[in-house]
Nanobody, 122 residues
Framework: QLQLVESGGGLVQPGGSLRLSCAAS????????VGWFRQAPGKERERVSC????????YLDSLKGRFTISRDNTKNTVVYLQMSGLRPEDTAVYFC???????????????WGQGTQVTVSS
């Protein structure tokens, strides 16, 4: 079965850090662009970051410098999202998604994970 599974979410205090993982099973991610998206209650899903097969990276402008996306090139099945300096407004369900060849907005992704909750609160 081809699927993506996110992990690493949780409750963190403002200013804290989390690392999310997106693990593929049944296929490898080396030819896929992998995006991280988030959706807060009452808001539209937005793309947080994306990494292309060549490891070109894209970030939501407001997040640059706080979030870092990366591939585990030894496994070719895992993509990470390192989040630091977390703020209450970062609270959302975070999803990863994969599509062939290049990054895009929320449309066109073949695979989606089930999401992991990130809550930033004191």
């Amino acid at each position: 079965q081809l699927q993506l599974v996110e992990s690493g979410g949780g409750l963190v205090q403002p200013g804290g850090s989390l690392r999310l993982s997106c693990a593929a099973s049944g296929f490898t991610l080396d030819t896929y662009a992998v995006g991280w998206f988030r959706q807060a209650p009452g808001k539209e899903r937005e793309r947080v970051s994306c990494i292309s097969p060549s490891s070109r990276t894209y970030y939501l402008d407001s997040l640059k410098g706080r979030f870092t996306i990366s591939r585990d090139n030894t496994k070719n099945t895992v993509v990470y999202l390192q989040m630091s300096g977390l703020r209450p407004e970062d609270t959302a369900v975070y999803f990863c998604a994969a599509r062939p060849n290049y990054c895009s907005g929320p449309l066109g992704y073949d695979f989606w994970g089930q999401g992991t909750q990130v809550t930033v609160s004191s």
